[in-house]
């Protein structure tokens, strides 16, 4: 020991005991805290203590520390890990909320099973079918016409269902993606005012780890919305000091820079009601607007913003291969419905109106039969299409005025003078409707061609296979994350083994360091005590 | 790498969700014995299995269709053959008269019979199914043979059935050539908005094809009602004691139409057969049919249904991996150095 003092030797002990002491403290907090979600492990820092490095030139003895000192607390995380979490956690959100649309809308229009495997919609097309080649068999029955008539409005309100319960899932999602939006600008805020307490708590000489395990947590949250650069930078906090200042930035630079959090200052975003996203200005804790005027591209392309949010939006906005976009959400499958509605009703109306024809097929003239089967129940505009919302049996098919026409071919009449009409049991039209049934029609602008059953299997195989690839890839992601999520936690979670060892260890120092203390005491009780009384 | 305790768990949650997934799905196709539940499962078979089920939906239409046309033919055939029955026998009296009756003393009784005949063979063909007249072409509302009150000639749906070389001969021969097809299965298509005929099967059966119409060279009656009823106005002409003919041109004339009513029994024979042929090739329809039915059912059932023997083994290794990764958590979750510290 060096400047070696009587009782120096019991600062060296109290130091162990202290040490040892914050040891047990560390121990038992990370025990305490080993279920608690992105808890980081800590570590007591310590170094060896010594003094008395100016005596050394007047001093022959051995220089001996003068025990152990704890310089902080720290906790044991890899950034780099956080990054490549973060990144894998973005695909996850992303793949994760397009998937649960994917459900929902097969929730919808997934028959597979349903009906005893005949499908709901697929069976009503083939009940309607029956029923049009009972007709044809009686053409001139109008109680087979009424059956026809019966199946053909139960299609029609099948098809209301759809296109409603679709309707429904874009107001479910919509109402979805809104809290979402409301999250992330919660969190956005929660990480300015975090920023600000860590940054007080650090500049007070005291560590913030569990602030920073609450920050980075909302950061992993954040990043399953959108896609996000997390920067630490240090800046100064005056007297020559410098203090850490998170930023977090769109990790899509494109458009410009756009800051999320900076410090404690942070930006709202919101979408307008066509699912576009808007960032608010910068605005510190008190929501006083930093560097006015400065705000970024607005509104932000969404299918740049990654996660979670860019794939709701998506889901809600595109039509796929009817607007041109790369992905089929909601708005595809309400246009193919709306598209298989129109065609169909477009089909057989055309097929049920004309002239009537002599038995060359030329037109007689000023003699016409027939009238829409289909209407729309909405009061649109005439000019408006029949959409799988709005189709309908037209009221004069219901009232009787007009019956699927079997025949526009006039029939022999024996009275010359007789309105040409074609003979009553004529059916050649009908077996033409029958035809068209099964006939090829164009399908999503002319890209699908096929029959109407055919469109219908078409839009559920899509579906299907988005959702399988989407499965396939959320798995993939899954699996990632779920790896680096384990590297993470390689580094930064604790484990129990190694803290009861370490808790041991501890309680082996600190009865060693205690029993330093009664060594030295015995040692100078002889010393002071029993030294020189001889001859008492 | 360092492995803590919770990554442990982790590893072990996520292989636990993993295995009671696996043990879902397997139990899921056991209960509900189908190889697919949704559509993602197995897009290609869920397409092929609608496409396949339509296909039976179709069938099960063309059966339909078939089974009520045999219907309307067996009714027609079953009325034709008395109708031709009811001809022959008529023939086969005046036959009989000529040669056990050279005088002609029953000539008045075979006026009788021609006229009686002649109504039946009317009132036969003017048979129904399924509400709608069998012989009336593709006019099912209107019967097809009336008599004219006025002239008490035979009429098919309003024109007199011996007409010619007038508008209504032109009438007659549309309505003989009326059409009345039927989707039987044999894939119905059209060209030019016309039904192509081979594609479908002709269900109209015209009461002018089966007797005749118009008049020959000779300027008699085809129709062999008309030729009935002109044997029965010649014959009833006759002396009624001595049953001699009016005149010798009166003679001339019932030899020529005797001749000429075996010609149409002729042809109601042939009529009788290409219903009957018809008819078998409808039966034989429903047969190739039903029996694309089964198949088409086999198909549906290969595709859709589990193999049990599968699914049960599937389940039971499902099941066995459960078991195993729950003895496995046990061990995992309930030692740490902790359970040997003293």
């Given at each position: 020991?060096?400047?070696?003092?009587?009782?120096?030797?019991?600062?060296?002990?109290?130091?162990?005991?202290?040490?040892?002491?914050?040891?047990?403290?560390?121990?038992?907090?990370?025990?305490?805290?080993?279920?608690?979600?992105?808890?980081?492990?800590?570590?007591?820092?310590?170094?060896?203590?010594?003094?008395?490095?100016?005596?050394?030139?007047?001093?022959?003895?051995?220089?001996?520390?003068?025990?152990?000192?704890?310089?902080?607390?720290?906790?044991?995380?890899?950034?780099?890990?956080?990054?490549?979490?973060?990144?894998?956690?973005?695909?996850?959100?992303?793949?994760?909320?397009?998937?649960?649309?994917?459900?929902?809308?097969?929730?919808?229009?997934?028959?597979?099973?349903?009906?005893?495997?005949?499908?709901?919609?697929?069976?009503?097309?083939?009940?309607?079918?029956?029923?049009?080649?009972?007709?044809?068999?009686?053409?001139?029955?109008?109680?087979?016409?009424?059956?026809?008539?019966?199946?053909?409005?139960?299609?029609?309100?099948?098809?209301?269902?759809?296109?409603?319960?679709?309707?429904?899932?874009?107001?479910?999602?919509?109402?979805?993606?809104?809290?979402?939006?409301?999250?992330?600008?919660?969190?956005?805020?929660?990480?300015?005012?975090?920023?600000?307490?860590?940054?007080?708590?650090?500049?007070?000489?005291?560590?913030?780890?569990?602030?920073?395990?609450?920050?980075?947590?909302?950061?992993?949250?954040?990043?399953?919305?959108?896609?996000?650069?997390?920067?630490?930078?240090?800046?100064?906090?005056?007297?020559?000091?410098?203090?850490?200042?998170?930023?977090?930035?769109?990790?899509?630079?494109?458009?410009?820079?756009?800051?999320?959090?900076?410090?404690?200052?942070?930006?709202?975003?919101?979408?307008?009601?066509d699912y576009k996203l808007h960032l608010g200005a910068l605005t510190d804790l008190k929501g006083k607007e930093i560097l006015p005027g400065t705000n970024p591209f607005s509104p932000w392309p969404n299918d740049t913003l990654g996660g979670a949010l860019t794939s709701i939006c998506k889901m809600l906005t595109c039509a796929g291969d009817y607007d041109g976009t790369t992905t089929k959400g909601i708005p595809y499958y309400q246009a193919a419905m709306d598209d298989l509605a129109?065609?169909?009703?477009?089909?057989?109306?055309?097929?049920?109106?004309?002239?009537?024809?002599?038995?060359?097929?030329?037109?007689?003239?000023?003699?016409?039969?027939?009238?829409?089967?289909?209407?729309?129940?909405?009061?649109?505009?005439?000019?408006?299409?029949?959409?799988?919302?709005?189709?309908?049996?037209?009221?004069?098919?219901?009232?009787?005025?007009?019956?699927?026409?079997?025949?526009?071919?006039?029939?022999?009449?024996?009275?010359?003078?007789?309105?040409?009409?074609?003979?009553?049991?004529?059916?050649?039209?009908?077996?033409?409707?029958?035809?068209?049934?099964?006939?090829?029609?164009?399908?999503?602008?002319?890209?699908?061609?096929?029959?109407?059953?055919?469109?219908?299997?078409?839009?559920?195989?899509?579906?299907?296979?988005?959702?399988?690839?989407?499965?396939?890839?959320?798995?993939?992601?899954?699996?990632?994350?779920?790896?680096?999520?384990?590297?993470?936690?390689?580094?930064?979670?604790?484990?129990?083994?190694?803290?009861?060892?370490?808790?041991?260890?501890?309680?082996?120092?600190?009865?060693?360091?205690?029993?330093?203390?009664?060594?030295?005491?015995?040692?100078?009780?002889?010393?002071?005590?029993?030294?020189?009384?001889?001859?008492? | 790498?360092?492995?803590?305790?919770?990554?442990?768990?982790?590893?072990?949650?996520?292989?636990?969700?993993?295995?009671?997934?696996?043990?879902?799905?397997?139990?899921?196709?056991?209960?509900?014995?189908?190889?697919?539940?949704?559509?993602?499962?197995?897009?290609?078979?869920?397409?092929?299995?609608?496409?396949?089920?339509?296909?039976?939906?179709?069938?099960?239409?063309?059966?339909?269709?078939?089974?009520?046309?045999?219907?309307?033919?067996?009714?027609?055939?079953?009325?034709?053959?008395?109708?031709?029955?009811?001809?022959?026998?008529?023939?086969?009296?005046?036959?009989?008269?000529?040669?056990?009756?050279?005088?002609?003393?029953?000539?008045?009784?075979?006026?009788?019979?021609?006229?009686?005949?002649?109504?039946?063979?009317?009132?036969?063909?003017?048979?129904?199914?399924?509400?709608?007249?069998?012989?009336?072409?593709?006019?099912g509302a209107t019967p097809p043979f009336s008599w004219d009150e006025a002239s008490g000639k035979l009429l098919y749906r309003g024109v007199a059935v011996d007409s010619k070389g007038s508008a209504n001969q032109a009438i007659l021969e549309q309505m003989a050539a009326e059409t009345l097809y039927v989707d039987v299965g044999a894939g119905l298509a059209t060209s030019g908005g016309t039904v192509i005929s081979a594609t479908v099967f002709d269900a109209a059966i015209s009461g002018?094809?089966?007797?005749?119409?118009?008049?020959?060279?000779?300027?008699?009656?085809?129709?062999?009602?008309?030729?009935?009823?002109?044997?029965?106005?010649?014959?009833?002409?006759?002396?009624?004691?001595?049953?001699?003919?009016?005149?010798?041109?009166?003679?001339?004339?019932?030899?020529?139409?005797?001749?000429?009513?075996?010609?149409?029994?002729?042809?109601?024979?042939?009529?009788?057969?290409?219903?009957?042929?018809?008819?078998?090739?409808?039966?034989?329809?429903?047969?190739?049919?039903?029996?694309?039915?089964?198949?088409?059912?086999?198909?549906?059932?290969?595709?859709?249904?589990?193999?049990?023997?599968?699914?049960?083994?599937?389940?039971?290794?499902?099941?066995?991996?459960?078991?195993?990764a729950l003895k496995i958590g046990s061990d995992i979750v309930s030692t740490s150095l902790l359970d040997y510290m003293r």
């Open positions: 020991m060096s400047n070696i003092s009587t009782f120096g030797a019991f600062t060296t002990a109290r130091l162990g005991i202290t040490s040892s002491q914050l040891g047990l403290n560390v121990t038992g907090n990370n025990i305490t805290n080993i279920n608690t979600i992105g808890y980081s492990r800590q570590r007591l820092d310590q170094i060896s203590f010594r003094t008395g490095a100016i005596n050394r030139y007047s001093n022959t003895l051995p220089t001996v520390g003068s025990g152990v000192l704890c310089t902080g607390i720290s906790q044991i995380r890899d950034p780099y890990l956080d990054i490549r979490y973060r990144n894998s956690s973005t695909q996850v959100g992303a793949a994760d909320a397009k998937l649960s649309v994917l459900e929902e809308l097969s929730q919808i229009i997934d028959e597979v099973g349903l009906n005893e495997g005949d499908g709901i919609l697929e069976a009503a097309f083939s009940e309607l079918f029956s029923a049009l080649e009972k007709l044809s068999l009686n053409a001139d029955q109008s109680d087979l016409d009424t059956n026809v008539m019966g199946y053909a409005e139960q299609l029609c309100l099948l098809l209301n269902s759809y296109s409603q319960r679709l309707e429904s899932l874009v107001e479910t999602q919509s109402n979805s993606l809104n809290t979402d939006v409301n999250r992330v600008n919660d969190i956005l805020a929660n990480l300015a005012e975090m920023n600000e307490a860590i940054k007080v708590q650090e500049m007070n000489g005291q560590s913030a780890n569990e602030l920073r395990d609450q920050r980075n947590l909302l950061i992993d949250e954040l990043s399953l919305y959108m896609d996000i650069d997390v920067e630490y930078e240090y800046v100064s906090a005056g007297a020559g000091t410098k203090v850490e200042q998170l930023k977090i930035t769109l990790a899509d630079r494109s458009w410009g820079e756009a800051v999320l959090v900076e410090g404690q200052n942070c930006r709202d975003i919101s979408l307008d009601s129109r065609t169909f009703a477009e089909a057989m109306n055309a097929m049920n109106k004309g002239d009537i024809v002599d038995e060359n097929g030329d037109p007689i003239p000023g003699f016409t039969l027939g009238d829409d089967l289909f209407a729309k129940n909405d009061g649109s505009p005439p000019s408006d299409p029949i959409t799988a919302g709005n189709i309908c049996v037209s009221e004069k098919w219901k009232s009787g005025d007009v019956r699927i026409v079997g025949s526009f071919i006039a029939g022999a009449n024996a009275d010359p003078l007789a309105p040409p009409a074609p003979n009553s049991k004529a059916n050649d039209n009908i077996l033409k409707m029958l035809n068209m049934f099964d006939g090829n029609h164009s399908f999503v602008n002319g890209k699908f061609t096929g029959s109407f059953q055919q469109f219908l299997q078409n839009t559920n195989s899509v579906l299907a296979t988005d959702k399988r690839t989407t499965t396939t890839l959320l798995t993939t992601y899954m699996v990632a994350a779920n790896d680096i999520y384990n590297s993470r936690e390689s580094v930064m979670g604790v484990d129990l083994n190694e803290e009861i060892t370490n808790m041991m260890q501890y309680q082996q120092s600190y009865a060693a360091a205690c029993r330093l203390l009664t060594t030295f005491d015995e040692a100078l009780d002889k010393l002071i005590n029993g030294t020189g009384v001889v001859g008492r | 790498m360092r492995i803590t305790t919770n990554m442990n768990l982790n590893i072990y949650r996520n292989n636990l969700s993993n295995v009671t997934n696996n043990l879902y799905k397997s139990s899921n196709k056991v209960l509900s014995q189908r190889t697919f539940s949704s559509y993602a499962e197995d897009p290609a078979a869920a397409s092929k299995a609608f496409k396949l089920r339509r296909e039976f939906s179709r069938t099960s239409d063309y059966v339909s269709n078939t089974t009520a046309t045999y219907g309307k033919f067996e009714t027609a055939w079953t009325q034709l053959t008395t109708v031709k029955n009811l001809v022959n026998e008529a023939a086969n009296q005046i036959g009989l008269a000529a040669n056990n009756d050279p005088s002609g003393s029953s000539r008045q009784t075979l006026a009788q019979l021609m006229s009686s005949t002649a109504e039946a063979v009317v009132q036969t063909l003017n048979v129904r199914y399924s509400e709608s007249y069998v012989f009336s072409g593709s006019d002018l094809n089966v007797l005749g119409f118009g008049v020959d060279g000779d300027g008699d009656p085809i129709n062999a009602v008309s030729i009935m009823m002109e044997l029965s106005d010649i014959y009833s002409r006759c002396n009624a004691e001595t049953g001699a003919y009016d005149n010798d041109y009166e003679k001339e004339v019932a030899d020529r139409l005797t001749k000429k009513l075996q010609e149409a029994l002729s042809d109601i024979t042939d009529a009788w057969t290409e219903l009957d042929s018809k008819a078998t090739y409808l039966n034989i329809n429903k047969e190739r049919l039903t029996d694309y039915q089964y198949t088409l059912n086999e198909q549906i059932l290969d595709i859709e249904q589990v193999d049990l023997a599968d699914a049960i083994s599937e389940y039971m290794w499902a099941q066995y991996c459960y078991d195993a």
